[in-house]
Structure formats: C-alpha cells, structure tokens
Nanobody
C-alpha cells in the first residue's frame, strides 16, 4: 500500500523545537521530490520546504519559503525511507497542520497531516 504517515507534531512553547517525520511505504522517497506543506483552517496549503530527488544529479537540493529560512531544515534518510522537518525557534505563526507530499511526474501522494501548535 502506497502511503505517507506523518508524526512528531504537538504543542510547543515559542522558541522551542519539534522534528516532524514522514515515513513512506510502497515507494522510495529518494526517487521523489519530497515536500512539507502547511495549512490553516479555511486557507490554502503553502509550501514550506522541498528536497529534490537524489539520483541523476550531483546531489539533492533543498529550498524553503522565506518565513522559515534559517529555522527549519528538511532532510531525508533513505535507509529509513523517511523525510524529516526539523523546526527550531518556533513562533506562534508557525501554528498549522503540516503535510508531507511526494511528487514525481504524475505520481503524487499526500500524508494525513500532523498538527503543530506554538503557544505559551
């Protein structure tokens, strides 16, 4: 069965950190561009970070939306078939449901989402 399962969300105080995990089954994450999106109620999902697929290139690349640059890091563990989002120096405005997304050609998969709440 092809699926993505996120974990690691929760409640954290401003300035704190969380690490989100996205475990894939049924396909190999290194063969896909892997992204994290986030969404607030009633709003569109916004791209947070992306890590490109690693084969056929000299190496993978990463990109981030401006509001998280220097605070968030996306990474991939091919042995565990898992993608991570390390989130440091969290702010209340980082409160969203975070979704993992896999994309290559016509193949796309979404995870179910994990809630991140930053509040004192």
């Amino acid at each position: 069965q092809l699926q993505l399962v996120e974990s690691g969300g929760g409640l954290v105080q401003p300035g704190g950190f969380l690490r989100l995990s996205c475990a894939a089954s049924g396909f190999t994450v290194s063969d896909y561009d892997m992204s994290w999106y986030r969404q607030a109620p009633g709003k569109e999902r916004e791209l947070v970070a992306v890590i490109t697929r690693s084969f056929l290139t000299a190496g993978e690349t990463t990109n981030y939306t401006d509001s998280v640059k220097g605070r968030f890091t996306i990474s991939r563990d091919s042995a565990k078939n898992t993608v991570y989002l390390q989130m440091n120096s969290l702010k209340p405005e980082d409160t969203f449901v975070y979704y993992c997304y896999a994309h290559w050609a016509t193949n796309t998969y979404w995870g179910q989402g994990t809630q991140v709440t930053v509040s004192s």
